[in-house]
Every structure is written in structure tokens, then in C-alpha cells.
């Protein structure tokens, strides 16, 4: 039988950047594998670089899935990288502890208060900031933010946690970053105002209060790699490599990309050295990230299941796919914001192309359609307002919207292929609620459109909400190509 992996075992020049020292200084929620791929790659080089006492102490939200196995194997995991030229494995050794935060919320609220650590990151993706999809403030009637409002109650939310450690981190004043990595227009700006909405819910003293706006930065950043799940061929792939047994390993495609505000009030680790770029432009690159790239996706994953096509390269494959994405990045979200100086919109767009034609990576339309009632949100009504103020349809954006609804609220007699029902969406069974009786498309969408789904500007726009009717209707009669080549019809 093969070694497992383990500090003994790690194949000589395998290591990627430095071993972290035992001593940590990032508190990280959400261990899941873009952490693993991204964030802590850069801090096992900006420690490479320029040293630095930044061991992470990870928590995984609710399972243990990657947890157990990262502490058999001394929290130690490599990385797959996917080229379309070939496989690469390294190994990253930053984690100096390791835990699941739904077992020990309280470990997880005391590590954050603990003036060692200076900055807490977090990647609990866009559902973990348990904002109100109408308001973007703090859901107060969510069940679980609720229930973590209550004095004296141990905080399960992710928001939760955060201003739960910040109100016991008080006491002590120490100055410390929280680092929002995930997907989110001014993710920095969103986490403040919904972890401030939850300390004045709470009721805490001004003391608090105070200490978070002096002390306490949300740098805004922009985050990007494309990770898709693990499954046994990549654990197969990575002990040919190796030559031993890394039960959670993470594959992920070469390209990486970060771009952070240098806001750390408790300082940070030289991630600049090992390629992060630190700059005043973020709400433009996260523009350029959140519109071209993960607006994209969600029209690529969509059209892509309801083709039957079960990951992004395949789906990218199929020229309707293509032109609609090409064509909503050209008209739809390019005119909706001002790039960073020097940005390069074609040298952008292909190397996306490069990016969703890598067949290594095999991204699961599924997955990149999932959570769609949250991510849609970056994704759709401010870059759909835009041109509805000015007097135009986003063609592609209404396309989008009726190609996620066909998957995940499917209108009566309408069955979409199979795949559709692996698509995780926490809002199926509200969707399904809002929509039961509804007798036409129209009246289906519509029930969506404005039952708290969207914020209520786009919910007022009612030829958005008719063309994205009509692309419906033409989706469940004629199909998904049918329904693109009107789009391509109305734009020309
Ligand atoms: C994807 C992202 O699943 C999704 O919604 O659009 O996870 C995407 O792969 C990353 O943001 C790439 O950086």
C-alpha cells in the first residue's frame, strides 16, 4: 500500500512556497477546496517570500469531510493543478490546526477573539452572509440568525461568529482585518454592514461598537480560481505523481488571481511577493470578475444543463452557448462599468475562453448553477438596471434569469433534463410555493420576479420580467437553442 501523506512523507521539492510556523495568525472560515487552492497557497509563498507567523487555523463550516482527513495527515494536502499541457502536484503545509465550526462554534468565537490572530478570512460562500435577497441587509428573520441574536446563545452563522469573536475581541482592542473572499460586490463593505446589523441587533454596548469601526478593517478584494470538486481520479492522479496517498487533495486550473485593498489593520502576510495585487481599483476589477466571469458561468452552466451538458467545457462546446455568452459580455456587461486603467477586454475574454475550454477541469454545470437565488444576485439586477433605466433589454440577462428559473422552478408540464435536479438551490422549495397555481408562464415568472426573490427596482421593470416570459415560454416549447436564437434575433 502507498504512504499517506503526512509531514514525514512530503516528496522532496514538493512543497509549494513554506511550511507555515506552529504559531497561527489567520483565523479562516470555510475550509472548503477554493481556500485550500487559493488563499492559502499565496500565504505558503508570501511566507516563502518574507517569512511571517501566518499558520492558519481553518474551520470548516459543518462537515468534517475534508477536516478528518487533513488531520490524519498533519492538515497537509496538495494541489492538482489542471493545464490543458499536463498535471502538476504540490504540496501546501499551512494549516496548524484544523476543526469543524457547527461542532465548536465556541472555539471558533474564541479564535477569533484571541488578539494572536490579525486577520480572519473567509470563504463561506455567497449563502454564509445571510443577507435578505430584496434589501441586501442582514436577514433578521432568517431562523438562524435569529436564533444566534439570541443573548447569551452560541452563534452558528457565519456573521454570527465573526461579530460574536469581535464583541469578546473587544476587550482586549487588538486591531484585526476580517478578509471577505468570496464572491460579493464590495465583499469588504457587505461584511461590515452586516456584521455591524448584527452587533446593533444584539443590542451590544457602544464600547463595541466603537472597537469594530476603529479597529476592526474589512478590506474589499477580488478573488479568483477556478476549483472545481475532487473526485477519485484526481486522488488517482495526484498518488501517481506523488507517489503517496493524500485522501483530500484539490484540483484546480493554473490561473490565479487576487486583488485586495491594503487595508489590514492588524497587518498581513506579503502576498504581494508571491503575485496578489494590492490596488485602490477593486469595485472595477471585481466588475470585471463578477459580470464577464461569473455572470458568464451562470449562462454557460444554465444553457448547459438544460443542453444536457454536464460540465462548463462541454457546455462551451455548443455554438449557442457561445454566442449568447460572447454576446451578453459584449453588450450586456461591458457598458455597465468602467474597467481598471489598462485593462485589456479582449486579452480578458480570451483567456477566458481558454479558461472554460480546459477539459482537465472538468467545473459540473450543476455545481456552478448551484445556490443560483444568491449568486445571481452579484451576477444580474444592477448590471439589468442599468441598461432598463436607459430604455434597453439585456437580452442575455433575461435569458439567464429564465434559463435558471427552467432549471430550478420548472413551470408546470415542463421537465427539464435530468440534470437539472442535481442543481443545490436553497430556494427550490420557496420557488415552488411562490409559483404553485400559477396558470401561465407569464404569471409564473412574474410570482418570481416580485415575491422577494430579486430587489424589489428589478421586480418593478416589467419588460424584464415579460422578455424574461418569453424566453421561458420558449424554452419549455421549443427548447434552450430556440430560446438563444431569439436573444442573438433581438440584438442584431
Ligand atoms: C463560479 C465560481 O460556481 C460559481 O458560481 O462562477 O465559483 C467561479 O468558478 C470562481 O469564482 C472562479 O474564480
Not at 200 to 229: E, Q, T, Y
Not at 420 to 448: F, K, N, Q, W
Amino acid at each position: 500500500m502507498t504512504q499517506g501523506l503526512g509531514r514525514s512523507s512530503v516528496p522532496a521539492g514538493t512543497l509549494i512556497g513554506a511550511s507555515a510556523p506552529d504559531r497561527t495568525g489567520i483565523v479562516h472560515l470555510g475550509l472548503g477546496n477554493f481556500h485550500r487552492a487559493h488563499g492559502a497557497v499565496y500565504t505558503a509563498q508570501a511566507m516563502a517570500a518574507a517569512g511571517g507567523d501566518w499558520g492558519i487555523r481553518g474551520f470548516a463550516h459543518s462537515s468534517d469531510r475534508v477536516v478528518a482527513p487533513m488531520r490524519a495527515q498533519d492538515n497537509l494536502y496538495s494541489i492538482l493543478q489542471l493545464t490543458e499541457g499536463g498535471t502538476k502536484a504540490g504540496v501546501v503545509d499551512v494549516h496548524r490546526d484544523t476543526g469543524v465550526a457547527a461542532h465548536d462554534p465556541a472555539a471558533v468565537v474564541a479564535a477569533i477573539a484571541d488578539p494572536a490572530h490579525r486577520i480572519v478570512s473567509l470563504t463561506v460562500s455567497e449563502v454564509g452572509y445571510t443577507r435578505d435577497p430584496a434589501t441586501g441587509r442582514l436577514a433578521l428573520d432568517h431562523p438562524e440568525v435569529a436564533a444566534d441574536l439570541v443573548a447569551g446563545s452560541t452563534p452558528r452563522t457565519a456573521m454570527g461568529m465573526i461579530a460574536r469573536g469581535l464583541e469578546l475581541r473587544a476587550a482586549s482592542g487588538a486591531p484585526v482585518a476580517v478578509l471577505s473572499c468570496d464572491n460579493l460586490q464590495s465583499n469588504g463593505d457587505v461584511t461590515r454592514a452586516v456584521v455591524e446589523e448584527f452587533l446593533n441587533a444584539a443590542g451590544v454596548n457602544d464600547d463595541v461598537l466603537s472597537f469594530v469601526s476603529s479597529s476592526v478593517s474589512f478590506p474589499n478584494a477580488m478573488v479568483d480560481r477556478i476549483v472545481p470538486k475532487t473526485t477519485a481520479e484526481h486522488s488517482q492522479r495526484v498518488e501517481d505523481l506523488l507517489g503517496v496517498t493524500d485522501r483530500c487533495p484539490v484540483p484546480a486550473e493554473d490561473f490565479s488571481m487576487w486583488v485586495l485593498e491594503d487595508d489590514f489593520a492588524g497587518g498581513r502576510p506579503a502576498w504581494d511577493l508571491a503575485g496578489a495585487t494590492f490596488s485602490t481599483e477593486l469595485e472595477a476589477y471585481e466588475m470585471v470578475k463578477l459580470r464577464l466571469l461569473n455572470g458568464s458561468h451562470s449562462l454557460i452552466a444554465y444553457l448547459g444543463v438544460l443542453a444536457g451538458a454536464p460540465t462548463i467545457d462541454t457546455a462551451w462546446g455548443l455554438d449557442f452557448v457561445r454566442e449568447a455568452v460572447l454576446g451578453g459580455i459584449a453588450e450586456d456587461y461591458l457598458p455597465t462599468f468602467t474597467p481598471p486603467t489598462g485593462f485589456d477586454a479582449d486579452g480578458y475574454v480570451s483567456e477566458l475562453d481558454a479558461r472554460w475550454r480546459n477539459p482537465l477541469i472538468g467545473h459540473a454545470t450543476t455545481q456552478v448553477g448551484s445556490d443560483g437565488s444568491v449568486k445571481l444576485l452579484q451576477r444580474i439586477p444592477d448590471a439589468a438596471l442599468f441598461h432598463l433605466r436607459r430604455g434597453r433589454i439585456p437580452h442575455r440577462l433575461a435569458l439567464c434569469t429564465a434559463a435558471w428559473i427552467a432549471c430550478v422552478a420548472p413551470p408546470a408540464g415542463f421537465d427539464p433534463d435530468p440534470l437539472a435536479e442535481r442543481i443545490a438551490e436553497p430556494a427550490r422549495e420557496r420557488l415552488a410555493e411562490t409559483v404553485d397555481g400559477a396558470v401561465t408562464v407569464s404569471d409564473h415568472v412574474r410570482r418570481i420576479m416580485t415575491g422577494g426573490f430579486f430587489p424589489a427596482a428589478l421586480a418593478d421593470q416589467d419588460v424584464f420580467t415579460a422578455r424574461v416570459a418569453e424566453l421561458l415560454t420558449l424554452i419549455t416549447r421549443d427548447g434552450v437553442r430556440t430560446a438563444a436564437a431569439d436573444v442573438a434575433a433581438a440584438s442584431r
